[in-house]
């Protein structure tokens, strides 16, 4: 039976802080996105990522070639197998990058107070003289006085691998620049923020378009990661999807890394499936007094709206090291306490040394965090800004909680065929985990017929405490005739198999029958 939560708020004696956790079927409610990269594509560590609590995974386009990402994620399917975890694919297009090619790869070292300038002749090769961008309309955005970041692939935050710059001067399409602090960039690309100003580049770039409608096309991608500015940039890339076939299901999650996107945050949130806060380019962007503030105001607006919400750039510490410096544990937890569906872990698991243990160590810090989050207060503040009178299906999933809460069930079991029950229920943060039992439905484009099912069971992946399972297709997700009885016994079969529900524990399902939904209370026997 499920156990009441520890509150902050609430006295408690300080060396029960020290407590070892109990071990769980779930490490934590709130799921992780590892990027796969050199240090996390075989069959081998993908699968042991999957063990720690990967749920999905990341393959960023901003670097390597289709072929690579093709055989990556050939890995994560083996892994898949040999793990029988279910893992979501999400696709991180590029957008309108700005980089500096660096075609030898050679060190470029730039020294404090030297001048350097950038040039959008990528014939001419990077030295600490002179920087080729792949944007030709930089020197028309940019005046002097602003501020110009460069860093190599991710920003690490890091004065000795990444270089502010300070424009002094334009000439042409050449921007002069005063150096401000010393460091040396290593690579073939490093990736160039201007703050503040607008680049006149589309949010899906050509390049987006190719990689979508080939390699995403082919592989059916789960999510994909668009940057995005304003609400029509999803509206652009959901009308694109919807000629690609069966990836016009694909849920497009909008990445908000700048004041544009920032301003434009309420419009993104409802045309969005989902919002990245993509907090290296943000923490460049604002002030970073300000940076906090907006990261807890647009989780909020996301977790009334029912939208998943995912916070990146936590512990970049551990792309080197073992452990997680205090502010980044801090900071783990605290995301998962203002709300965040989910952790997206980058460079940590992309090219660090410890890609399995980031994920064990966020899981166990999200784990903690999850004890101490205050569901009844998220509770009530949820259904006040829903109002009255509620939908009929915000009414069932808030009713399945507030039961779920009351009688201390394990597990709350939805049967659901597109996924959005399950997905409401998650809305209002139960501290017990929602089994989405997904059930798969024939469908037919006139030449032959398909199941669907698979794509809403791994989109879910990516929302807090929800955990889907794909059902028998024989089993339908509405009764006529009353409960299906058989497929909850699947359900509670699979439940007890794995040790997430015991003997007399209590479990709330919720199912249609016929035209209405049904909350109801079930207690197991011995």
């Keep these: 039976m499920h156990s009441s939560p520890l509150l902050l708020e609430e006295p408690i004696r300080m060396v029960s802080v020290l407590e070892p956790s109990k071990p769980s079927f779930f490490p934590a409610m709130t799921k992780i996105v590892g990027t796969l990269g050199p240090r996390s594509r075989s069959v081998e560590i993908i699968a042991r990522c999957l063990d720690a609590g990967m749920s999905v995974a990341r393959l960023d386009f901003s670097w390597g070639d289709p072929e690579y990402h093709q055989e990556t994620l050939e890995n994560l399917r083996a892994a898949i ?78 004065e000795t691998a990444s270089v502010w710059l300070e424009v002094s001067e334009v000439n042409g399409d050449e921007i002069s620049c005063l150096v401000k602090n010393s460091a040396t960039l290593s690579g073939p690309l490093f990736t160039v923020h201007v703050s503040q100003i607008h680049i006149d580049l589309p949010s899906l770039t050509d390049k987006d378009k190719e990689v979508i409608s080939t390699w995403g096309a082919r592989n059916n991608v789960d999510i994909l990661s668009l940057y995005t500015r304003h609400a029509q940039d999803i509206s652009h890339a959901r009308e694109f999807l919807s000629n690609l076939g069966d990836i016009k299901q694909t849920h497009i999650f909008a990445k908000i890394e700048n004041i544009e996107g920032l301003t434009n945050f309420d419009e993104i949130l409802k045309e969005a499936d989902g919002i990245i806060l993509a907090r290296g380019n943000l923490g460049i962007e604002l002030p970073p007094e300000k940076v906090f503030l907006f990261q807890k105001a647009a989780i909020y607006k996301c977790n009334m709206a029912g939208k998943p919400v995912v916070v990146t750039r936590v512990v970049d510490s551990m792309t080197d090291n073992l452990r997680p410096t205090r502010a980044e544990a801090t900071d783990v937890a605290n995301a998962v306490l203002d709300g965040s569906d989910a952790i997206l872990l980058g460079a940590e698991t992309l090219r660090g040394l410890y890609p399995v243990e980031t994920i064990t160590t966020v899981g166990k810090i999200c784990a903690e965090a999850e004890k101490v989050h205050n569901q009844d207060l998220y509770f009530k503040k949820a259904v006040k800004h829903v109002g009255e009178p509620m939908s009929h299906l915000e009414s069932i999933a808030s009713s399945a909680v507030r039961a779920a809460i009351k009688v201390r069930a394990s597990i709350i079991i939805c049967f659901t065929s597109s996924g959005r029950a399950a997905r409401l229920i998650a809305k209002y943060r139960p501290t017990m985990p929602v089994i989405s039992v997904v059930i798969p439905q024939l469908k037919t484009n006139q030449l032959k017929w398909t199941f669907t099912g698979a794509f809403e069971a791994r989109q879910s992946l990516i929302v807090r405490g929800l955990f889907p399972m794909l059902a028998d297709p024989s089993h339908p997700a509405e009764s006529k005739s009353g409960t299906n009885e058989s497929i909850l016994k699947v359900a509670l079969d699979h439940g007890k198999a794995f040790g997430i529900v015991k003997p007399h524990d209590r479990v709330v399902v919720c199912q249609k029958l016929g035209d209405s939904s049904v909350v109801k209370i079930i207690e197991l026997e011995d």
């Design 81 to 158: 197998r040999k793990t029988k975890k279910l893992c979501a694919v999400m696709l991180d297009t590029m957008g309108p990058e700005l980089q500096i090619l660096n075609k030898t790869e050679q060190p470029i070292t730039l020294e404090a107070d030297t001048l350097v300038v950038i040039t959008p002749d990528l014939k001419k090769e990077a030295s600490s003289k002179l920087l080729p961008i792949n944007f030709s309309g930089l020197s028309k955005a940019v005046k002097k006085g602003h501020p110009i970041f460069i860093g190599k692939y991710l920003f690490t935050g890091s």
